[in-house]
């Protein structure tokens, strides 16, 4: 089949903003396709050469390119580049470099599809010394032979810029309505796909076995399922009521999901847009490999990073250090990851996606063996929203953001956000800017770099009614190792042996100290406690206030005494302030 045909039919794609027209424009393509060509065609209308997963690109940058346009067309590079320039796309400069063809070419061969795919993979894979000049030989090759609307495609492929705008739902109505024509088509397609997130191997499976085949197609470990995702609610009583009866609560990691795959010695790491990290996750594919007791398996948890010399979790845009192509191991280092799994899809040839949440939870707990690293997410089952209220506290309090409360009878659906999941976040959520001045009140022994000092501290507002110092939060960031050095020795001065009187905590502190020394706190927000003993039921009976991820700011007030240290009546303040903020911010939104 002609690349032309290809192109035409992009740049009728390009033209079109109704989806029901472009719907139209797939279906024409696709009966034209022969079917041992589907998966490529339905691979380069998405502007790439294989599904997501897989990882591999073409790694072309825009001056190889800009040249190989120049080599095959005979315009000179700068004018290449100058053409670029002006136009702004690439594709049109390539276009209009055709256009200005210096070049006579003796023997034009017309680009097929096949040929423009098969190059365009021995590019991707061509990697090492010399791989460059491979790739830009390759490339001036197509453009060689193609004809200028040809160019314009090849090249914005080639960048990653073809940008059709065609969605996968939109290729899969497409696939029913050429090959089956019924809705019940469009249901299996859409089946085959949330399982295999392989669009290619669903268009070729069903032009060449039709629709019996595609619903040969499940799940395969080492290629990524589409994830199941949540919906969101804002009480725990809409929330019982919405699932009816006795829920499962699980508490909502702040981290990056994971489905970990396992064949063997083999682990795979797929993110919830299905791209193969793998790579970026040394660790976690080590410690998932060896807790994981199943020969062939799928799993899914949440891998959320800590700080090492405390064990407290750290705010999701951490693990963003560890998307990178080097230094993975020193990123491993800095940040490790802990392991909550919450799901099981797939063991040792059952599909268990089709077995309700209670019976896939039991069988979790069988097969993933805890440790230090690696965990279940914990669960509990309730039909009480005092209990959902509590459970999430508790969520809270450990660092998470809420829970995900699920329907115990549900299956795992595929690619779907319904109300099997829903998402319980906590209420309030908005950036805490001013700094607060608290006491510290107790000390926790340090591990790893941090043995031998305390690695986090126990600090207390001051609540001036009762002359009391109340705790809101457990603070271990922020701290130099010159800081922590200081802080011990200076902290010994007020060790004591029990808890200090004046000191009012429901956590214990490996080490307690007389209330005497200030330091500045910044944290991303206060939130509801119930371990923390400042402001309790003020605002809520059986909670006080905490801060959430406290930073220590490097500033050691010791121009303060305690009690000019934030007060609890000013904490219950800032708090009200926060809330008023938010709620005035969605009522804004819903305008
Ligand atoms: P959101 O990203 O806010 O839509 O929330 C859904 C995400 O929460 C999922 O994609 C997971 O990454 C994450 N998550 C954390 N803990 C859980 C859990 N116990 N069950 C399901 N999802 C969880």
Redesign the pocket.
């Given at each position: 089949m002609p690349f032309s045909r290809l192109s035409e039919a992009f740049q009728k794609m390009e033209v079109t903003s109704s989806r029901i027209a472009l719907t139209e424009i797939l279906i024409e393509l696709f009966k034209q396709t022969p079917s041992q060509l589907m998966d490529d065609v339905v691979y380069l209308i998405q502007g790439k050469l294989y599904p997501d997963f897989v990882g591999l690109e073409l790694g072309v940058g825009e001056k190889l390119l800009l040249r190989a346009i120049s080599l095959a067309t005979g315009v000179g590079p700068q004018e290449v580049e100058k053409l670029y320039k002006q136009l702004g796309d690439v594709g049109k400069a390539a276009e209009d470099c055709e256009k200005r063809r210096r070049q006579a070419t003796l023997f034009r061969e017309p680009l097929t599809i096949s040929r423009v795919y098969s190059t365009l993979e021995k590019v991707a894979k061509a990697f090492g010394e010399g791989s460059q000049d491979i790739k830009i030989r390759l490339l001036a090759s197509l453009f060689n032979d193609a004809e200028p609307l040809e160019a314009r495609y090849l090249a914005r492929i080639v960048l990653g810029k073809l940008r059709l705008g065609v969605a996968d739902y939109t290729v899969l109505d497409a696939l029913a309505v050429a090959f089956g024509g019924t809705k019940e088509a469009r249901e299996i397609v859409e089946r085959a796909y949330n399982l295999s997130s392989d669009l290619g191997l669903v268009a070729r499976t069903i032009a060449e076995q039709e629709l019996e085949g595609v619903k040969g197609i499940g799940i395969t470990v080492g290629r990524p399922v589409r994830?199941m995702?949540?919906e969101r609610l804002k009480t725990p009583q809409e929330v019982l009521e919405k699932i009816g009866g006795e829920v499962a609560a699980?508490?909502?990691?702040d981290?990056?999901?994971m489905q970990v795959h396992k064949k063997g010695d083999q682990v795979w790491v797929f993110s919830?847009r299905l791209e193969n990290i793998t790579d970026h996750y040394p660790d976690v594919t080590r410690i998932a490999g060896d807790g994981i007791k199943a020969e062939e398996v799928i799993v899914e948890g949440?891998g959320v990073a800590f700080n090492p010399d405390t064990g407290e979790f750290l705010p999701f845009q951490e693990l963003m250090h560890r998307r990178r192509k080097y230094g993975i191991e020193k990123a491993m280092e800095e940040y490790p990851v802990s392991l909550?799994f919450?799901?099981l899809l797939y063991l040792d040839g059952v599909d268990y996606t089709q077995k309700p949440y209670s019976e896939r939870r039991r069988k979790l707990t069988e097969i993933v063996e805890e440790s230090e690293r690696i965990h279940l997410?914990p669960m509990i089952r309730t039909e009480s929203p005092d209990g959902l209220e509590t459970f999430m506290m508790e969520a809270i309090e450990r660092g998470c953001e809420g829970l995900?409360v699920k329907d115990p009878g549900s299956n795992y659906r595929a690619g779907a956000r319904e109300w099997a999941?829903i998402?319980l976040k906590r209420e309030y959520r908005t950036e805490m800017t001013d700094t607060v001045d608290l006491v510290i009140v107790g000390g926790f022994h340090g591990r790893g770099k941090r043995t031998g000092v305390y690695g986090a501290y126990l600090v207390a507002a001051y609540d001036k009614e009762a002359d009391m110092f109340r705790t809101v939060c457990k603070v271990g960031t922020g701290f130099t190792d010159e800081d922590l050095k200081d802080f011990y020795e200076m902290m010994s001065r007020y060790e004591t042996d029990h808890k200090h009187p004046r000191v009012d905590s429901k956590m214990e502190a490996d080490k307690w100290f007389i209330p005497q020394v200030v330091i500045e706190v910044l944290a991303a927000e206060i939130t509801l406690s119930p371990i923390h003993t400042a402001a309790w039921g003020s605002i809520r009976s059986g909670a006080g206030l905490a801060l959430r991820f406290p930073r220590y700011t490097g500033r050691l007030r010791l121009d303060k005494s305690p009690e000019d240290a934030t007060t609890v009546q000013e904490l219950i303040e800032m708090y009200r302030r926060q809330t008023k903020s938010i709620v005035e911010e969605e009522a804004k939104e819903i305008r």
């Open positions: 994830p995702l949540a699980e508490y909502k990691f981290g990056e999901r919830r949440e909550y919450f799901d997410a995900v999941w998402k």
